[in-house]
């Protein structure tokens, strides 16, 4: 048997009974055509799988079905039927869902609530954060720069870690800056926040 | 005195089914009949309830006996379907088909007793007695019948030697005649599961048969 032949092996399995999809089905049907000895095995498995089937015409007798009968009527007769109250209480619960489907349904809406309320939290609190930080000063390490690290700034208020901003400077032009030194530039903060934008007018002293 | 029949016990969904169904398809009809012997037995009704029982109880008991091998082992297996299906009915939706609901509950119980079974030390077993328990398509040929009746006997053997989920599979895709969703169901697994494990049943079978019979292929 060549190699390629027993990774079909499963696919002809299948195939005998028509469990296989178009596609596989189609290129099982290819490889038959020109293996001869998976051909051989898909004729034996439609044989043994007539075989099996021939089972299928085998009944248990009335002798052992009536003995089973008088055995489950006599055991039910000894016992209750559910209550109508836990009959009506399993119809609203579950809404014909089989038990553990319910279960898990009910346990995955209270994690999807469980982190939906978690989530607003955190909005929430970062929002009052940021808020917070528009009310401190702001001291730019270096406003030349296009793209810097802003510092934080040190306030009683946890802030959010120190992230990449990009600064958005407008640069003197150095012509201008040469004609009068006298001359300042507004420094344009932009937070994660596009609602809050920071301008900084620096005095002569720098400060 | 009222002539009025009693329909108090009718589950509602069950009369609005019965009036929406083609009222001439005898198929239907049995259907939503048997609907309403199902909405009796949930409501405490132990002449529907047998109803459920003698209808039901040649399928579940030969089922029991495939999966199982062993007549005795079959007959508790079926006697704890019933009794399961009476104290569990009230969880069946009554609009759904009660037949791959008793299926699984089947397959449920099989599955419970026989590994008890195998704690015991007891395997996958068919003995003289038992195999007599089963009702053969009578021939008028003696010789035929009783080759029949070999390999009949061989066939149960053989499918002994498969491990218990894939035997499981088999007997529900290829003696029970379910397809692969339906046996998927019943399993309560998926259906590239069930294909694997009956593609590999098949293979072993078509193997230990032609072991069986020299034939020309291991």
């Known amino acids: 048997m060549k190699m390629n032949c027993v990774s079909f092996e ?16 189609r290129g099982v049907e290819k ?3 020109e293996c001869s000895d998976c051909s051989v095995l898909f004729v034996e498995l439609q044989e043994s799988q007539a075989a099996f089937k021939a089972l299928r015409q085998g009944m248990v007798n009335a002798g052992a079905i009536s003995e089973v009968r008088a055995r489950v009527l006599n055991d039910v007769g000894d016992l209750d039927p559910a209550p109508a109250w836990v009959v009506v209480m399993h119809r609203l619960l579950f809404a014909g869902l089989r038990r553990r489907a319910a279960i898990a349904t009910v346990a995955v809406g209270v994690l999807l609530l469980g982190g939906l309320w978690l989530g607003l939290t955190k909005h929430q609190m970062q929002t009052e954060v940021k808020l917070a930080a528009h009310d401190e000063p702001v001291v730019p390490v ?12 040190k306030t009683d208020k946890a802030l959010p870690r120190p992230r990449r901003h990009r600064t958005v400077t407008e640069k003197p032009d150095n012509r201008v800056a040469a004609q009068s030194d006298s001359i300042q530039f507004p420094i344009k903060f932009v937070t994660d926040d596009p609602n809050i934008i920071i301008y900084w007018l620096p005095s002569d002293k720098g400060d | 005195m009222s002539t009025q029949p009693n329909t108090s016990w009718i589950d509602p969904a069950t009369l609005w089914m019965s009036r929406t169904r083609q009222e001439d398809d005898p198929a239907s009809v049995a259907e939503t009949e048997f609907r309403q012997v199902l909405a009796r037995a949930v409501s405490g009704d132990s002449r529907a309830f047998e109803q459920i029982v003698v209808r039901h109880e040649r399928r579940v008991l030969t089922l029991s006996w495939r999966l199982l091998g062993s007549m005795e082992d079959a007959q508790d297996a079926a006697q704890e379907v019933f009794l399961r299906t009476f104290k569990y009915l009230h969880r069946f939706d009554l609009q759904k088909p009660f037949e791959p609901w008793l299926v699984r509950l089947t397959v449920n119980v099989c ?12 395997v996958f077993v068919e003995s003289e007695e038992q195999l007599d328990r089963f009702d053969l398509a009578s021939t008028s040929d003696p010789f035929a019948e009783l080759q029949s009746e070999q390999q009949r006997r061989m066939l149960y053997r053989l499918l002994a030697s498969l491990p218990e989920k894939e035997r499981t599979a088999f007997v529900l895709r290829d003696i029970e005649g379910l397809s692969t969703a339906e046996t998927a169901e019943a399993l309560g697994s998926s259906e590239a599961t069930v294909r694997s494990q009956i593609s590999s049943a098949r293979l072993k079978m078509r193997k230990a048969i032609a072991k069986s019979s020299g034939g020309r292929r291991q």
């Open chain 1, 142 to 153: 270096n406003v030349a720069a296009e793209e810097e690290f802003v510092k934080p700034v």
């Open chain 1, 10 to 25: 499963s696919f002809i399995a299948l195939l005998v009974e028509g469990d296989l999809n178009e596609a596989d089905r």
């Open chain 1, 31 to 33: 490889h038959l055509e």
């Open chain 2, 111 to 122: 599955r419970d007793l026989g590994r008890k079974r195998s704690e015991r030390g007891l």
